[in-house]
């Protein structure tokens, strides 16, 4: 099975932040990679997937980059309602895993 | 609008049965692959299982292997996920989810899920 591991795990930051995540696999899965977006209580939302696609209706301060084994995923100006959890998941092979996540925190 | 609307979850014994359902709308359910999602609490996201459009071909997450069956009826435009010999480590609240017909695949659609407790 292919390992995805994020870092970090956690991240405190403010509002107008710039953050950035990153997630690595432990084999090369091209650009077959997704990113999510959960914010407590609620089912998870796509954000990008190809690795660097923006899904429709996702604002543009997202993006997303990388492929074989290291992707990032960066909020530009983080907004109050960007503060949640994300993930990654790798879209090569079954099962498709998700990395555990990064909690962003209001600094 | 797509929606999916999970259904089944409850309490349950070690080693019981259950049968989560995914009431879908907004959409051709029989013209989409669809996955089925957990989250134990407080803990990440897992990916369970998926079966393709017609039903044919299934995968599953080793730790459901032998217990779980995915199934759909695209007549009623459900999914399924019939678990058995349940353990207290299937706690968790279970998402099911469209998978993108195009590109690399994501998930583009989840349900709000439905909590499954194993416990005596």
């Known amino acids: 099975d292919i390992q995805l591991t994020q870092s970090p795990s956690f991240l405190s930051a403010s509002v107008g932040d710039s953050v950035t995540i990153t997630c690595r696999a432990s084999?090369?899965?091209?650009?077959?990679l997704a990113w999510y977006q959960q914010e407590p209580g609620k089912a998870p939302k796509l954000l990008i997937y190809?690795?660097?696609t923006l899904q429709s209706g996702v604002p543009s301060r997202f993006s997303g980059s990388g492929s074989g084994t290291e992707f990032t995923l960066t909020i530009s100006s983080l907004q109050p309602e960007d503060f949640a959890t994300y993930y990654c998941?790798?879209?090569?092979?079954?099962?498709?895993?998700f990395g555990q996540g990064t909690k962003v925190e209001i600094k | 609008e797509v929606q999916l609307v999970e259904s089944g979850g409850g309490l349950v014994q070690p080693g019981g049965s259950l049968r989560l359902s995914c009431a879908a709308s907004?959409?051709?359910?029989?013209?989409?692959?669809m996955t089925w999602v957990r989250q134990a609490p407080g803990k990440g996201l897992e990916w369970v299982s998926v079966?393709?459009?017609?039903?044919?071909?299934?995968y599953y997450a080793e730790s459901g292997k032998g217990r779980f069956t995915i199934s759909r009826d695209n007549s009623k435009s459900t999914l399924y996920l019939q678990m058995n010999s349940l353990r207290a480590e299937d706690t968790a609240v279970y998402h099911c989810?469209?998978?993108?017909?195009?590109?690399?695949?994501?998930?583009?659609?989840w349900g709000q899920g439905t909590l499954v407790t194993v416990s005596s």
């Open positions: 989810a469209r998978k993108m017909s195009s590109g690399t695949y994501p998930l583009d659609n």
């Open positions: 907004g959409f051709t359910f029989s013209s989409y692959s």
């Open positions: 079966i393709a459009r017609d039903g044919a071909t299934t």
């Open positions: 084999q090369g899965i091209s650009s077959y």
């Open positions: 190809s690795a660097s």
């Open positions: 998941q790798q879209l090569d092979s079954y099962p498709r895993t």
